[in-house]
C-alpha cells in the first residue's frame, strides 16, 4: 500500500568498536548529530578489547580501563538515542552495527529505545567502515537516492495494482 508521509523523522546509529555516531533527521533534513569516541581498541593490535576477551582475560589494568570505557561509551550513545525518543515521534531506527557488539549495545545500562526485533528498526543496507560525521551524510544520502513522485493519477493506478493484483506465477509469463 502507498503511503505518503509529510512529517518523518529518521533516527540513524552506526557503531564499530571505539567509535559512532547518532543522527536524527526530520523530513530529509539532518536535525542533529554526535560523534562518540572511546579507547575500546588495543594499541599495536587493533583488536578491540571486547574481542581480546574471548582468548584471554581481564585482569590487567589496561582491559579494564578499555572495559570500563566500553560500558560507558555504550550508555552515551543509548542515552542519545533516549533523547531522540523523547523528543521526536521517531518513525525509523537506522542500525549498523556488528554483531558481536550487539549483546554490549543492547545490554547497556541505560537501554535502547527499541528493542532489537522492532518493526520499525532497519540495518543499514551499506558497509560503514568509519562511522563519522561524513559517513552519516552519506549515508543519509544514500538511503534517500530513490525518491519516487507520482501525479494523482498515478498514485491511484499504483495503489490499485499493489492491492487488487498480487503478482502470481501466472503474470510472469508473457501474453503472445
Known sequence: ???????FHLALVMIRAGIAVTGYFHNGEMMDHKVFRAYMVRQKQGKSQIKYLKTKGKSRAGSRLRLGESDQFFNEINQRLQQY????????????????LWPYFFGSETPTPFSKNADNLFSVPFHVQQPDFETLKDIHKKLNAIHLTLSEAG???????LTNNPISEADDKDDW
Do not use: Y
Open 155 to 161: 498514485e491511484k493506478l499504483f495503489e490499485e495494482n
Open 85 to 100: 525518543a523523547e523528543n521526536f515521534a521517531i518513525d525509523m531506527w537506522g542500525i549498523s552495527c556488528s554483531k558481536t
Open 1 to 7: 500500500m502507498l503511503s505518503i508521509k509529510d512529517d
